[in-house]
């Protein structure tokens, strides 16, 4: 899907990695608190909509089953649809189910099941393929910091599993407020606008480049505070709706 790369790097994360699990009790117990801060047991059951860019992106949770929805028009006025659950995923056009190479299906599966990734952080760090790791604290604009370096299991992982992200949870609040990975370009994104919908927060960026091409991921930090990024783009969620609600 156009534009999507960003979003790309974090769910294709989901298939790959020879790298030991870790199990950090610290960093788990960070996580666990800033989930709880972000929907905690919302999560588990909820239906809600919002745009996108140009996509309509639909995100249900029930118990332990999902179901993630992206459609878009193009520009015949024809409504693609891509449907991602547990088990199964299809594209239809105009209602009609497409026949999909194992290429094209893995394409437009990984695209939709990163979108709802990036959009349910950080509970998508409590999934089993996820290696959580304290690499220390920081403060940033005023505020303290825990590091969180994370990388991804070989079942569950996904394409890119050898990269490493970092979150910074804010040690205050337990807000999810920084985030930063390396492929595709150095990257290191600021939460601005939050939504609360169905109990769950929704979070709008500031997408910056990392100018210092030398910084390690978990030292993005520092460059961002040192003037050495550059705001590249806005990534904005909008026009939110609770389906689920009675």
Known sequence: MKNLTPYLLLGVVL????????????AQEIIKKCVEMHGGTHYQNFDVSFDFRKYSVGIQHNGTQFRY????QDSLKNTIKDVLTNTTFERTINGKK???????TDKYRESVNSVAYFALLPF??????????????TAIE????????????????GKDHE??????????THTLDYLAYANGGPRFRKATKRTTVAGVVFQDYE??????????????????VKGKA??????????YANRGKQ
């Open 15 to 26: 298939v790959a990695c020879n790298k030991q699990r870790v199990q950090d009790q610290k």
């Open 98 to 104: 497409q026949e999909l190479s194992a290429k094209d």
């Open 69 to 72: 929805e992206c459609s878009t």
């Open 163 to 172: 990269d490493i992200f970092c979150y910074w949870i804010n040690q205050q």
């Open 124 to 137: 998508k760090l409590t999934e089993p393929a996820v290696n959580l790791q304290y690499v220390g604290s």
């Open 207 to 224: 997408n910056y480049e990392i100018l210092d091409k030398s910084a390690a991921t978990s030292d993005y930090d520092q460059a961002f």
């Open 142 to 157: 005023g505020q303290n910091y825990d590091k969180i370096k994370v990388w991804f299991e070989a079942e569950g992982g």
């Open 230 to 239: 550059k705001l590249l783009s806005i990534i904005e969620q909008s026009n």
